[in-house]
């Protein structure tokens, strides 16, 4: 897609795509600015995978959602850059008291890791139609991500899938290990909507269908993806925008936008900022009832627009 430059005489200049000149570049600049383009915690670069597995992840990281994810950086697209993160995913789930051993050294503090969703993030200028076709059939958490860099300081970075499937109800994930400091064979509970709806009232429920509805259809088909973990249920657009909690009186909000950025004249949010809460946004809504239903969604909104 062509992008402009509109000058103060109102007239428009065409900026001309920079590719990177090596693919190093590429992954140091998305290195330094993981929490604003994927909203994850960087914890290592060029991760070597050990001598049973020999590989170099190019980046580990911890995303705000608290499941482990690789990244892998192409130029190419020709490269066989899915089959070689696959091979690191599956390392991944094989070894996961070594992955929770640097991230606890490069975060500096304990972390509490969801091993339901880790996620593979491919990064390169275009996929082909095979790809897409790949990832859809593997139905891992494999994400496909395209950018363009535009002359010397424009950057733009599109999800072009993600997987957006819930897993049916019970659902466990078995994962084997050959680290001998993991219980191999340990089964992971799979979290799903209806794990969250349990022993609710229809009242709540219904809020929280008519809700759901209304979240989802705020982008096109397919763009928004939900995944429900033990605390809540997650809404992103590449990055988080809302979460949502069910309780027995009401449904929780979590916005992942600045307190002092949202429009908010009925005041129904609070800055929880400084407080103990569950989502990862730090404004909160109570919603208790269908009125407000309508209201709420414009908060959500604002907070979806700018994942855009």
Known sequence: MPLYKINPNNHVEQIKPAPFSKERNLQKLFEANMEALFSIRFIASEFTTGDRQRGRIDT???DQNGYPTIIEYKRSSKENVINQGLFYLDWLIDHRGDFTLVAQEALN???NIDWSHPRLILVAESFSDYD???VNRIGANIELWTYRRYGENLLH???LFIASSQPTKGSTSRLSSDDESIDGGEEIPIYTLDDHKARKS???IDIFEQLRDAILTLGEEGEIVEKANKMYIGYSHGKNFAEIRIQSNGIKVWLD????DLEDPLNLAR??????HYGTGQ???NLTTLEKLKYVITLIKQSYQQTI
Not at 257 to 260: A, N, S, T
Not at 271 to 276: A, H, L, R, S, T
């Open 257 to 260: 936008i600045p307190y002092i």
């Open 132 to 134: 897409k076709y790949a």
């Open 60 to 62: 580990l990281g911890f």
């Open 202 to 204: 229809q009242d709540i």
């Open 157 to 159: 970075l599109d999800p």
């Open 109 to 111: 503090q304990d972390v």
């Open 271 to 276: 800055d929880v900022q400084e407080i103990g």
């Open 283 to 285: 404004v909160e809504i």
